[in-house]
């Protein structure tokens, strides 16, 4: 049976994954053939399969960019396949946001709920129950918390195993660029607590604006000079605000996010690429409409940080 020089698709993790074939008058290091055993092989990694990243950024059903929102509305038909559910072991609900098949983003808050500070990473792991897609449990292999998480709220989440990619569960792309320009408009899901103050039991989501960020330090801590900075949030509780975060306001229609929305996505749909990116992670999901805007950690700024992480677990 004569070799199948010209295939250079293979059906791997259950999506197609291209390899790159060169030339064909190079030494064909692209190209798989199909040997007499039935073994895909490549003249150069021999019978060592090309690695598939998962598709991000591309749900099935996007939400529409131009409905009107009001209350927040249901997710009925999976436009946000990235949001993952987290329950801190006293039964707190926050969220995660899948990132690729094996690793999520959260919040560091979130990842210390139920616990006391001086918790390390190794016992914060077990207690953590994850749910990605319609209620599908994962397991937690390790978490990681950002080298300055006081300052940058942020964690990373190792899932035991890759989880299948389909119509549900897909990873959001992570951008290299800031999407975060004020009076952009992003979409934040969860499972927070709705207008009566309980968590909702279906995934919902909003439509919010990025705001002028001197006006949400002045909201929050009087003034953007230093040394007259004071506590001043309307809800009791001050945000981490600085260079690595964005603030957002509520809709025209006064939705908010809320508290165990932590941990989301800002998810913003660059229309020339058609994909969606995480410009942020939502850290302060305390303004529960009381407060004029949430807070969230800006993804561009610890990407570097992201990247070194996964690399190195």
Not at 75 to 80: E, L
Not at 85 to 111: D, P
Not at 137 to 162: A, C, F, R, T
Request: charged share 20%.
């Amino acid at each position: 049976m004569r070799a199948l020089g010209a295939v250079i698709a293979l059906l791997l993790c259950g999506q197609l994954c291209a390899a790159d074939t060169g030339s064909e008058a190079t030494d064909h290091a692209g190209v798989y053939a199909l040997n007499s055993e039935k073994h895909w092989t490549n003249p150069v990694t021999g019978e060592k399969l090309p690695e598939c990243e998962a598709v991000c950024g591309k749900p099935k059903n996007p939400v529409d960019q131009v409905q009107r929102i009001i209350g927040g509305s249901v997710d009925a038909k999976g436009s946000f396949p990235w949001q993952a559910k987290m329950v801190s072991h006293h039964n707190l609900t926050s969220g995660a946001t899948l990132i690729n098949e094996q690793w999520l983003l959260t919040t560091a808050k979130n990842l210390f709920l139920g616990h006391t500070d001086d918790a390390k990473e190794k016992d914060i792991a077990p207690t953590l129950t994850l749910y990605v897609g319609k209620n599908q449990l994962v397991e937690v292999e390790k978490v990681v918390l950002h080298p300055d998480y006081s300052k940058v709220d942020i964690g990373l989440i190792k899932l035991k195993q890759k989880v299948p990619i389909d119509d549900r569960v897909m990873p959001i792309c992570l951008p290299s660029k800031d999407y975060a320009q004020v009076g952009r408009v992003g979409y934040v899901s969860g499972w927070g607590r709705n207008s009566n103050f309980k968590y909702t039991d279906l995934l919902k989501y909003v439509m919010l604006p990025v705001a002028d960020q001197d006006n949400c330090v002045q909201h929050y801590e009087g003034s953007t000079v230093p040394e007259k900075k004071s506590s001043k949030s309307p809800v009791g509780v001050q945000p981490i605000l600085n260079e690595h975060t964005f603030c957002a306001g509520m809709s025209k229609f006064q939705e908010d996010t809320c508290y165990g929305d932590a941990g989301s996505a800002f998810a913003v749909h660059d229309q020339e690429e058609d994909t969606w990116y995480a410009a942020g992670i939502l850290s302060f999901d305390k303004s529960c409409t009381v407060a004029e805007y949430g807070v969230y950690v800006k993804v561009p700024s610890i990407l570097a940080w992201i990247q070194e992480t996964i690399a190195g677990n």
